[in-house]
């Protein structure tokens, strides 16, 4: 295993090669917001909250996704970068609607987590209140759009690791949803096993067990990475 | 190679004879079509047929001849005397003032001008600066043949350079001829294009893809249109070459469905050549193979991203992905690919042909060969036209284009379309060229150009590329789904005469965040347009403002 060298905020780091930037950081104990990534799911580089400057590259590059490299010298945390990051949780803040009080997910919410650590005590730009339906078609599960972030981790779980691939995402731009099956009511779609990944890995309270409310969603999506590298090694799990 | 002018008049003989023949070119490209190009073209069949002229008059479609803005256009040899505004009941006489001049008994006779007038249109001087002005390398033929005939296009040499490519040349001379021309990407970046085919050609992988992009999707921007309705056999031997040069057996013209001509006359021209063995396995005997699909876009202008592109050939949903890997590297079904531009690929046969130091003589120290543009908006003469790099805009825009009508005095160029910028009339004497244009903050693009005069609002430019750039973005990214309506809603506020001090910071804040934050091309160029007109015209946001909160006391 060969080993790269680099520095991250000042700490000189050694990692394997391959390691993304975002798992040098952690290491070493420097935390990179993240929302659209999680362990265990490819890699889509869709929020850009990770984005940090690395010295002789004229662009921001994800964290989550980029490798390290000898002798790269990364800065994660300059005020360039913090004013962004604010700037992409205000826009998700905006483009959707998000009731926290009376959310499934508050108080365990990530992007309620994300909007804390960049700081952001209010938007500094305009709600848009869109219109957005809610999916309660589903015997165990609901979907609420109002709160979906569009992060694609149910797309993805359900499809990399389900295998079912209930979840894909219709339209675009401002437009996008994400549709079960071919955009029918989700409990219309006879591949969804009931398996619960998706409520499990989503962020925020768009995909909730019917069973909970305020503030009682609970989900867990590390285990999702322990789940997978079980896989990975053959060993026995659903 | 040849200016138009030159290319519009074909050898006269210089006496009549019994056997003398005339020709006449109808514009059958999309634009003299929607004028009723297909009416006059078959208004012209009849009356030669009436006339049992048949022998004698040669009724030919033809791709663009240049000034699409006058359109419908013919235009008639020997002499090449090009008309406008012709329609199908012009069609008549216009058969009859030729079948008088085909009886002419005296060389005076045949060489005097032709009398005939279209009755609403005008015969158009050719000598005129937007003729004169032009070097016609990608287009030289376009015009001149009739794309439905493969004969045509060999007639004019086409496949000349694949044979002797595949049959006398090693792929990394090729490579290095392309490297050593300067041709850089038409498609809008500019990247070199003999490095990108090096890089292709270097790659590892049994099979590899030679992918044309045909998506043309910036609004006003038909150059690659023309090319492909004008010519389309010069753009698959430009693949074929290229296809030769980097290693690779399947080839893809990834293009748009509103295209319709292009996509009937690039699948006839597919099956001539495969039907001649110009195209498909074993090609001029050598062990050599290359097939050409094509793909047919909904559409979508982030579908001429290169990996929305690649994925949507793959049959999945258009959306970019970051790079790297580069196409190169890893592109359709993971093969290394080789993505060009329609004009790109329409520049490597002339260079293989002319040689790589007559195309490098053409154009700047950084910007090599001619660039095809289309000229529109307020300006006399619009259309397609062909320009050494390094001419500068006025050259384009006031003496090809003869300038604004109305005499409202020209204003400002847009070029590069919503990834672009303005150039103010004050800087019109910039050189077309990859550097200064991005100087000036804007682009080359891939050949939209846009003339504005004194009437036009530059805020209200900025919002119609926003709101063109919020309609297609894809929805993957953040900073572009919701940046785009952010900025779109703020420059409507500006529009509206709602917007305050706090407000223009605020749209001065986001343009840099969603550059630099978005995934791809399409984000993080979006605000171009917006950051062009605020450098250039900044006094017309401000003279909008209403009093309210400043910068500082709404916290940004
Ligand atoms: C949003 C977006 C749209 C694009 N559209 C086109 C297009 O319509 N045609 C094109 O040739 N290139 C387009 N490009 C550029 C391509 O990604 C790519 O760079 C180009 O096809 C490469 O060819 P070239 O090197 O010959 O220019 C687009 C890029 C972006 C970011
Ligand atoms: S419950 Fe399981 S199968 Fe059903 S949509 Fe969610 S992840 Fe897919
Ligand atoms: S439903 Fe949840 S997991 Fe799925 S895209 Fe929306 S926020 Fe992400
Ligand atoms: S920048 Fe826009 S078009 Fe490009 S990936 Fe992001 S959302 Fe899609
Ligand atoms: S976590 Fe890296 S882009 Fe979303
Ligand atoms: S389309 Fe007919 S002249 Fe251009």
Redesign the interface.
Known sequence: MSVRTLSINGHAVAMATGTTLLAAAREVGVPIPTLCHLEGLSPVAACRLCLVEIEGSGKLQPACLTPVAEGMVVHTDTPRLQDYRRTVIEMLFTEGNHVCAICVANGHCELQDRAVEVGMDHSRLPYRHPDRPVDLSHPLFGLDHNRCILCTRCVRVCDEVEGAHVWDVGWRGEHCRIIAGLNEPWGAVDACTDCGKCVQVCPTGALFDKADTTGEKHADPARLGALVRARARGQQTR | MTTLSQAHASPTPSSPSPTSVMRVRCCSSAGCLAGGAAELRQGLTAAVARRELQERVAITGVGCLGPCSQGPLLAIDPDGTLFAGVTAADADGLIAALAHRLQAVSAAEWEAPLAWRPAAGEQVDTGRPFFTRQRRVVLENCGLIDPERIEAAIERGAYEQLRHTVTDRTPAEVVDTIRRSGLRGRGGAGYPTGLKWATVAKMPGERKVVVCNADEGDPGAFMDRSVLEGDPHRVLEGMAIAAYAVGADQGFIYIRAEYKLAIVNLRRAIEQARRRHLLGAGLFGSPFGFTVELRVGAG?Y?CGEETALIHSIEGQ?GTP??RPPYPAEAGVWGRPTLINNVETLANVVPILREGAGWFAAIGTEGSKGTKVFCLTGKVRRGGLVEVPMGTSLATIVSEMGEGCPDGAGLKAVQTGGPSGGCVPASLLHTSVDYESLQALGTIMGSGGMVVMDHSTDMVAIAAFFMAFC??????????C??????LH?LLQKHLAGDATAADLA?LE??CP?VA????CGLGQSAPKPVLSTLRYFREEYVARLKPGPTAAA???
């Open positions: 979508a982030v949903r992905r970051p919020r309609d297609e973005s894809c929805g993957k990214c953040v900073p789904r919701a940046g785009t309506v952010q809603g605020q804040a986001l965040m630099e934050t978005s995934l709404a916290g940004r």
